[in-house]
């Protein structure tokens, strides 16, 4: 079994910067993807960013482009979200994921979810 716990979150003002961290333990065998999602209050859970374990090559979302990197780190079992220009919109529980599969964009390719992190970006 696998299991994820996220930290980094908080609140930020417009314009600032946080990074998310998020290890992985357990059967990390398992897991061939690992991607990072948010929902804000009353919305669905919107994809922002994957990465395969095997692969440097990550996948945003419409939210994420041009100001979050997702980067990992295989030895310590660790994804990382770096978010900058943060917008008052950004503000959600960000969830990190593990999964795999051809599509990585979609809450149906992760099995293990992580308990969120709150982002609040302040106006």
């Known amino acids: 079994q696998v299991s994820l716990l996220e930290s980094g979150g908080g609140l930020v003002q417009t314009g600032g910067s946080l990074r998310l961290s998020c290890v992985m333990s357990?059967?990390?065998?398992?897991?061939?993807?690992m991607g990072w999602f948010r929902q804000a209050s009353g919305k669905e859970r919107e994809f922002v960013a994957a990465?395969?374990?095997?692969?440097?090559?990550?996948f945003y979302g419409d939210p994420a482009k041009g100001r979050f990197t997702i980067a990992r780190d295989n030895d310590k079992n660790t994804v990382y979200l770096q978010m900058n220009k943060l917008k008052p919109e950004d503000t959600a529980v960000y969830y990190c994921?593990?999964?795999?599969?051809?599509?990585?964009?979609?809450?149906?390719?992760?099995?293990?979810w992580g308990q969120g992190t709150q982002v609040t970006v302040s106006s």
């Open positions: 994921a593990s999964g795999g599969g051809p599509i990585l964009t979609t809450v149906n390719s992760y099995n293990v």
């Open positions: 357990g059967r990390t065998f398992s897991s061939d993807a």
């Open positions: 990465i395969r374990w095997s692969s440097d090559s990550p």
